[in-house]
């Protein structure tokens, strides 16, 4: 990146962070990061307000700025044990992992269905949150985080934080345990499982194998083609009576269908779920790798990250692309592809998303 | 007051009225006390109650506070530990015996709040997790579940309880300026302290992969650890040439330790020859693996999979 553009760069960071509208609840017990070279270069900072805050970025703004998960007494202290831990709110990290720079923003369609997925099934319906309790946001780049800010959660500790990430990534799972046997007469065992009105993962299960039987019937036996016998497995399910499937070893057959369940993208190993000290970026401030906003989303049905996260940049940038990028989906219209060496005029918001990306020079 | 509901849960609110009400002071008797209470617990001695007259009652509720403040003096994770351990045994003794109305005043006070239907209890998720055991049946991912409460039976609803009273007896205020009689009590308490047992691992980073490197640690600062856990650690160990001694007196550092079970599964690990488990078994258990991206933890140092007797040099037993 060339001087031109870093200091560009700085002036529309600068300009935004001056009116912007960072969502952080309780911003006086929180420890603050920040950093240019990597996401954090420097930590343990700590502002009396969001007017301070914003006052400080304004005036310095880093290309990465995050706050704690945590809420501390005296959040500027360190070691950390000097901070005095108060809670924290419990935060899930959702993205797609991917080697290729490019590729991935033409597929953040899957992570958001993720995203949703883990707000409806898991949060609202088998933790029994509310909407008001989370806080969704668009990670700036490839993913998303969920804040869950329910005041219940917020004293767990980093054990329980991970059983959490793993009830969501089905770590454990035992599905031959929801079943058990019980003896009508000598010789004869009713099998009891799950019904699919149920939370949890026995509901979970008991709804996807209906939905297998319907939808691929010979995927789990060739029987269920016909109807009479689909209809009287789908009917025991939904009793909770699994005993009526007219083949011997059902169980086995199910496990593929129990493989499925988790939730997959769920990122356990960064452990920003576990990590009751963690720095996440701060909703609604700019991720330096892209320029996008980490936009808090209020309808995850509507957003699309690469039109409704943009900076409000009008106009167009004159730049000179540094390698090769593929065509790609921005503010609704598609852009590139274009060569190494191109000289191009490009709306602005993408001038900044290639230049934060390294792959082209501010020209004019 | 309840002064036998006191004797039976010294750790409750019941047990702070009294000791208000007889003007409880930490002289040197009382810390006598505090430090045979603690004793019995280290030596696994810690049961049910033997007191018939007020005065013995009185004074065993006088030393259980007496030990929790000589805990916060020495604060050494590992007696805290030992001793949080055993006073949660020793409650749910009583448990079973318990009326649901006791139950239920105890869960308040604890935090584990349980709401009694026909078959079973519910209890709200986050207190399920913070009390819920290890053990992998207790895994919230094969609970029942209902908007937001998970369901126990009887039995469980006891052990999470019993969870509870371990973490509350285990949390200390540390106490910053004790009295002289604190103080003294405190050296004598150090004099038996058992030294932290660390038999010679590698311990420089990378040595071993970082699940392993992360149970270590947990061990070193006394923590408890899971089942599946000291299964994992103690094939692997014994996988790296450790012998069957060396584990058992790094095993010593868990705050639960019974030398004869101990032993036994050790024992038993060695002579059935178990195979390092993968790392999708290991994570299913729910061991972390921070940014480890192995398949096996063999993988790690080229530990060849042939037995625990296996060492360098040294042929599998056949």
Redesign the interface.
Known sequence: MNEKAKNQIVKIFSRYYAQARLEILQPAQREFGMGNIKKIDHRHMAFPGLKELQAYLANNPPLFVSHSTAYYRYPEATPIEKKEWLGADVVFDLDLHAEEKFGIYRRLDSVKQDTLRLMEEFLL?????EKKDLLVVFSGNRGYHVHIRHK??L???SN?R???V??IR?????YE??FTREEIKRGMVKLLGPRPT?????GRFARAVIRQVEEKPTSIARIFAKPEPRDRFIGGIREGNWSKAPVKDIMPRLKPIADQLPLQSVNA?A?VT?DISKLIRIPNSIHGETGCIAQVVDNMEKFEPLRDALLPLKGVATVRFTEDIPALEFANETLGPFKSGEKKDVPRPYALFVLLKGSADLEE | MDVEFAVRYPFSSEARKVLQDIEASWNEPAMELGIERIKKALGNKLGRSTAMHREEQLEEIVAYAAARLLLGHVRNRFITNTFAVAEAKRASQYFHQEKEGTLEVLGEELGCVAHREETGYWIALPQYVRFAPGAPPYKLVNRRLQQGKVFVNRHERLRLLEEAVRLHVGRLKPVLDPPPSVKKAGEQLKKIIPPAETPSIAFQTGSHPPCIQQLLEDLKRHENLPHHARWYLAVYLLHTGMVVEQLISLYSNLPDFNEKITRYQIEHAQKKGYSIPTCATVKSWGISCPGCRRKSPLQWQGLRQGGTHERKGKKPDS
């Open positions: 319906r088998d933790f029994g949150l219940d959660f004293p767990i500790g329980e991970k059983e959490l793993d009830y089905g770590l454990g799972l035992n345990g929801f149920e939370d949890g993962y026995r190993d452990g576990q």
